[in-house]
């Protein structure tokens, strides 16, 4: 198994976490392992590194990575589920916590995981590799329900004409392959459209990846649950790679952040809340990223330190 995938705003990362030798740092997204060993680099003998994935090959992979770390610990794990796994191991709050939000390059271009338009295979896309498939949502979901997956999750404009597209085509036979799903959401978008904004099947690819794995629905809640681990003085740095993403972490981290929430007109406060984060960074990628790794494209970084 290759397992390869090059991280985007690394040293940013890294930096954001502001390791302290000794600390407890949890990497959620752990993947091909990337950011986990620049962690493990960071940390002493007395540190540990809890580092988690839903996807069962990225767990092998990170066994084998870093099975003889005596001070790592590989879990798999939704990292919804973030809090329980920190107190399972009886720690009562760590120093970092980061997100890589997305797909990784190994299950973005390994064909039989279903998530590449340009490879062929079963149309897969989950993560976890189980549950509901790319199949099960394309093929028994009706019109609309297609439609508003392409809108909300890929804002995809052409929503409307791919979900009836793939409508007709289930009609002859069910739509099988990441190749026959990708001409026919093609054959839904404008011939002068489909020369805009990278490849025509990208959206929708994006749209369904989401829905297959509850992505959204799920965010909101695993973003305060990452917060919530940590312990006072204790940074949570998150990676997104679209607005979707972006616009829910900063809602988050803004919620977090602002303390009285009386009215404007109001004389003194009477809510009495103070701030429980600091948002102490929000970045995008440099240039010279932006030229070397195409996956950096919309990705933003944003941290957020636990005051109390
Ligand atoms: N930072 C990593 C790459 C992360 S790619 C590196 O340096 O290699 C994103 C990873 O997050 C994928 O492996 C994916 O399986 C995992 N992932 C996505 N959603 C998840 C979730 N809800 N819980 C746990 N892992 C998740």
Known sequence: MEFRHVPVLFGETIESLRIQPNGVYVDCTAGGGGHSAAILERLSPEGLLIAIDRDPDAIENLRQKFGGAPNVRVVHEN???????????????????????GVSSYQRYTPER?????????????????????FDVVNPSDEAELRRIF?????????????????AARKIKPVET????AEIIKSGIPAKARREGGH??????????????????????SVYEMF?????????????????????????FRELSTGCTCPPDFPVCVCG????GRVCCKKG???KELEENPRARSAKLRSIEKLK
Do not use: C, W
């Not at 279903?114 to 790319?134: I, K, N, T």
């Not at 809340?273 to 429980?276: G, M, S």
């Open 79 to 101: 990292y919804i589920n973030v809090a329980r796994v920190v107190s399972e191991m009886g720690l009562a709050g760590v120093n970092g916590v980061l997100a890589d939000l």
């Open 114 to 134: 279903g998530f590449s338009f340009h490879l062929d295979a079963p149309l897969d896309m989950r993560m976890s590799q189980e549950g509901l498939s790319a």
């Open 151 to 167: 809108f909300a999750y890929g804002e995809e404009k052409f929503a409307s004409s791919i979900a009836g597209r793939i409508v």
């Open 178 to 181: 990441t190749l026959e799903l």
């Open 200 to 221: 025509p099947a990208r959206r929708v690819f994006q749209a369904i990846r989401i829905e297959v794995n509850g992505e959204l629905e799920n965010l909101q809640q």
């Open 228 to 252: 919530g681990v940590l312990a006072v003085g204790g940074v949570l740095s998150v990676i997104t790679f679209h607005s979707l993403e972006d616009r829910t972490v900063k809602n988050v």
């Open 273 to 276: 809340k103070t701030p429980r």
């Open 285 to 287: 990628p440099s240039a």
